[in-house]
């Protein structure tokens, strides 16, 4: 049974970084796509960020782009999201998510079979 657990989240200031990772076990994170999303209080949970398992192609939320970079450790069968330049509108619990995907990022979390318990991001301003 596929497992994912996250950690790394915290509160940090405006403008400071955080690195979030989702350390899987039950399956080979390079096989599939994996993608983090999040959830702010009283919103629907939105796509932030994916990486396809061929070719490892990337893709972002508009607004996280420039300052959020996602990443893979096949060796440590870890996903990674890098956050910089964080806002207050960031804010949210962060959830990691694996689709048995071979091209491309489903941005929909329906898509997603198996997911993180999340981690909580907060930003202060």
């Known amino acids: 049974q596929a497992q994912l657990v996250e950690s790394g989240g915290g509160l940090v200031q405006t403008g400071g970084s955080l690195r979030l990772s989702c350390a899987a076990s039950g399956l080979t994170v390079s096989n599939y796509a994996m993608a983090w999303f999040r959830q702010a209080p009283g919103k629907e949970r939105e796509f932030v960020a994916g990486?396809?398992?061929?070719?490892?192609?990337?893709f972002y939320l508009d607004s996280v782009k420039g300052r959020f970079t996602i990443s893979r450790d096949n060796a440590k069968n870890t996903v990674y999201l890098q956050m910089n330049s964080l806002k207050p509108e960031d804010t949210a619990t962060y959830y990691c998510?694996?689709?048995?995907?071979?091209?491309?990022?489903?941005?929909?979390?329906?898509?997603?079979?198996?997911w993180g318990q999340g981690t909580q991001v907060t930003v202060s301003s």
């Open positions: 998510a694996a689709g048995m995907y071979g091209i491309g990022v489903p941005r929909g979390k329906s898509a997603y079979a198996d």
């Open positions: 990486l396809s398992a061929s070719g490892g192609g990337t």
